[in-house]
């Protein structure tokens, strides 16, 4: 997969460079002078063009140059299950995102669901409130479920794609 990045200098006098890997990034920065000479040393990262999970990664973690390294070697090295892992768990729980951060680091329970009613309905189908004999399954009150699943449980769109995610 194809990644853009923009490296943007915070000096005025300076015009930033397009990149997508680590190594043509360091090179280019290293080499970068500004209108009068002097060397540039900060920039700030734009995601340009990639996977539509890759961007919302970026945003999450709002990727720097202390982390683009890592934001690199997680865009080729994680699944999108472990990206939106982290997505979810800096992005919306609050976690940190730091060199050594591992999808693994976080404790998120993610669903596919579109709505707290689905997750209610998924809950009952899968037994969590029990066995339910049949002739009881028709008052069963779902929205009310719903509504107290939403205490503990919230939605995002990552990707495109609607979930309902717990922090532990």
Known sequence: MTIQLHAQPYDLAATGFYFEDYDDYAQKATKLR??????????????????????????????????????????????????????????????RFDAKTQPSDFEVDIYHVDTMRDLAEQFVDEGLFGDIPEPLQFYIDYDAIARDLAVDYATAEVAGNHLIYRCA
């Open 34 to 95: 500004n209108d009068y000479g002097d060397p540039v040393e900060e920039f700030e990262i734009q995601f340009i063009d990639g996977e539509h999970i890759d961007c919302d990664l970026a945003q999450a973690i709002g990727i720097n140059q202390a982390n683009l390294k890592q934001f690199l070697e997680a865009v080729e090295e994680w699944d999108e299950h472990d990206k939106t892992r982290v997505i979810l768990s800096v992005g919306e729980c609050g976690y």
